[in-house]
């Protein structure tokens, strides 16, 4: 917003009103230059948000709600919403075509999917037993870090961490957190000594099965 006489930029607002409209957001603003001193007025418009449906999965369950967008913003996965369900990440978009994208503008998207991030991330962890695989859902939180080569304890069981499977990769070095892991596969070991015990954390224990 420029002043019209001397196209200074910066200028004082005087008075500022919404007026209202079905359709869209009218901002009214009486300015004054601070350069040449004028008074002028100027307005913004905008179309008004318009709900999208927001698909939420919470460990394993998902919840349907709905989320107001400006039709002209452009969302991408990894995008953080705030619904009346609380904090979520964009994991994919649903066009009105029924594809699926990773980045679109508001006003061609018909459905977002999206994870909470309110709750722990709730990961698998598999270990095996010579063929035979014990196999557990934990619940952590989002930023705590598992490494491979980490040694864990769940029950009565010791176990050396060989690979993290991620959202988009499997790793046999380094270390991820919890919010991108999505399984971790290690095997038994012999000694007492472990990083940490993740007994308590067990939200989720399968009956053994063979590979």
């Known amino acids: ?25 009218i ?37 349907r709600t709905d989320v107001d967008i400006y039709p002209d913003d452009k969302l991408t996965t990894g ?10 990440e964009i994991r994919s978009i649903e066009l009105k075509t029924n594809k699926r994208v990773k980045s679109a503008i508001a006003k061609d998207i018909v459905t977002i999917w999206a994870l909470s991030i309110d709750i722990p991330s709730r990961i698998g962890i ?21 490494s491979v080569d980490d040694t864990i304890k769940i029950e009565d069981i010791i176990f050396k961490v060989n690979v993290i499977k991620t959202l988009k990769k499997k790793m046999i070095r380094g270390s991820a957190k919890t919010s991108v892991i999505r399984r971790v596969y290690g095997e038994p070991v012999k000694y007492k000594r472990f990083d940490y015990d993740l007994t308590n954390k067990v939200a989720v224990k399968k009956e053994n099965k063979k590979r």
């Open 126 to 146: 598999s270990i095996n037993f010579k063929g035979i695989t014990q196999a557990y859902k934990v619940d952590l939180d989002r930023e705590f870090r598992i």
């Open 1 to 25: 917003m420029g002043c019209p006489i001397c196209n200074n930029e910066n200028v004082e607002t005087l008075k500022s009103k919404v007026v209202p409209s079905k359709t869209s957001e």
């Open 27 to 63: 901002n009214e603003y009486l300015l004054r230059c601070e350069e040449c001193g004028h008074v002028f007025k100027e307005h913004t418009t905008f179309e008004k948000p318009k709900p999208i449906r927001l698909i939420i999965s919470e460990n394993g369950s998902s919840k």
């Open 79 to 88: 995008d953080i919403l705030i619904s009346d369900l609380g904090q979520s």
